[in-house]
């Protein structure tokens, strides 16, 4: 069949209600995730030929902007409360089930990649590959892993959701605001020294909440444009506030060597500019809605949305799969070298490609995992169950 033909079919095969809007925009936040990890992420190859990980931010501080970019996190669980709402309207089962089925798509990929992993180290142990770089090796594949955890406790959250936007509006989404400022405000301002180091992890779910929620006001038709023009508006304000007035990290990503992190857990810069981007996101629906009528647009968009767990559970086993061989030939340029000069950026944009071909390539087998496993046996089921243990053990693991 040719790509003409592909690009037809798909296009007929879309319903007229189809909203291609928010279909795009989680395509596009989507892709931001592996293209962060692969531009922002490095390695050091170490005198005993083990990979270690390293990040172009710590010798280049400057391109932190670039992080503002690729974070698109804010606009996924945006776009996933949207698409919750209306999926748990059409639902004609209990809120049980219907909860249980939207687990078990998020569930079945992570578990696969997690056992697959499991059986890759013992390989790659046997085949004397370094320790080092098979830690580091699972710390990059669980690193997309801890987003499915937290987008879960937000989808078991949507009725409870749903209830705050029909009784509060857009103003439903101020209480996680409310507790993120409280917590940043305890762990960096006068007392921060005295609060205890796991204060923290209390933004985690409202850090990510924030935006859910917006998706859902969004989606029960609760937010419009004069609220998007506030979000967006209210986000610049207070991002510029917090990055220039206040002191807080410009990168949005974890920075190796650095003190404090914007993203894990999230701060109050990582809501503000939640804020900007659902905003901008609201404002420019019917734009994007307009623009992927094309069917040429639109194919790629279906087949990102489709392939959407495949991409974020294995875009670091593409990066991997060139990096781990690589290591064995030395000094790779982009690849295995330190990501501290220029030349290396340059490498690495050349390597892209390279990783967006493996990742396809990985993703024709491994996109099994976001079918529903109708013929696996409950003896299969737990052995993977085993397997995706052993490997969280050790990946988490003490070194």
């Known amino acids: ?71 698109m996190l804010g606009i996924f669980f945006l776009v996933g409360g949207f ?14 089930a219907w909860l249980r089925h939207r687990l078990a798509r998020l569930g079945r ?31 990059l594949v669980v690193q997309p892993l801890w987003f499915v955890g937290v987008y879960a406790c937000m989808t078991a959250l949507t009725p409870y959701c749903l209830r705050a936007a029909r009784k509060l509006g857009a103003g439903a989404a101020a209480l996680p605001f409310v507790v993120v400022a409280v917590v940043d405000l305890l762990r960096y301002g006068p007392y921060a020294g005295a609060m205890p180091s796991w204060l923290g992890l209390l933004n985690l779910v409202p850090g990510w909440l924030f935006a859910y929620q917006l998706g859902v006001c969004w989606g029960d038709k609760r937010i419009g444009r004069r609220e998007a023009r506030i979000l967006l508006a209210g986000g ?13 990290p410009a990168s949005m990503v974890g920075v190796p060597g650095e003190a404090r992190t914007n993203s894990h857990p999230p701060s109050l810069l990582v809501l503000a ?3 900007a981007q659902s905003g901008a996101a ?34 670091q086993t593409a990066m991997l799969a060139a990096a ?47 079918t529903p496993w109708t013929r696996t046996t409950k003896t299969r089921r737990a052995a993977a169950g085993l397997l995706s243990a052993g490997f969280a053990v050790f990946a988490l693991g003490p070194v």
């Open 236 to 248: 610049v304000l207070l991002f510029a506030a917090l990055l220039l007035l206040l002191g807080y």
């Open 324 to 370: 781990v061989p690589g290591a064995r030939l030395g000094a790779v340029p982009g690849l295995t070298t330190a990501p501290d000069t220029y030349g290396w950026m340059a490498a690495r944009l050349a390597w892209l490609p390279v990783f967006a071909v493996l990742l396809v390539l990985i993703g024709r087998y491994a996109h099994v995992f976001e």
């Open 109 to 139: 990929p992570v578990l696969g990649v997690t056992a697959v992993w499991a059986v890759l180290l013992c390989v790659l142990h046997t085949a004397g590959v370094p320790a080092t770089t098979l830690r580091t090796g699972s710390t």
């Open 282 to 315: 609201i404002l420019l629906r019917d734009r994007i809605a307009r623009l992927l009528r094309r069917p040429a647009l639109w194919a790629p968009v279906v087949v990102v949305n489709l392939c959407a767990m495949t991409i974020l559970c294995w875009h």
């Open 273 to 275: 500019l939640a804020a």
């Open 1 to 71: 069949m040719t790509l003409t033909a592909v690009i037809g079919r798909i296009e007929r095969r879309t319903p007229s209600d189809r909203d291609r809007a928010v279909d795009g925009l989680r395509a596009l936040a989507l892709l931001a995730v592996p293209a962060g990890h692969w531009l922002l992420g490095g390695f050091r190859l170490g005198e005993d030929g083990a990979l270690r990980n390293a990040s172009p931010l710590t010798a280049f501080g400057g391109f932190a902007p670039v992080s503002w970019v690729l974070q």
């Open 83 to 96: 698409a919750s709402v209306l999926s748990y309207r059409r639902h004609r089962g209990t809120p049980g």
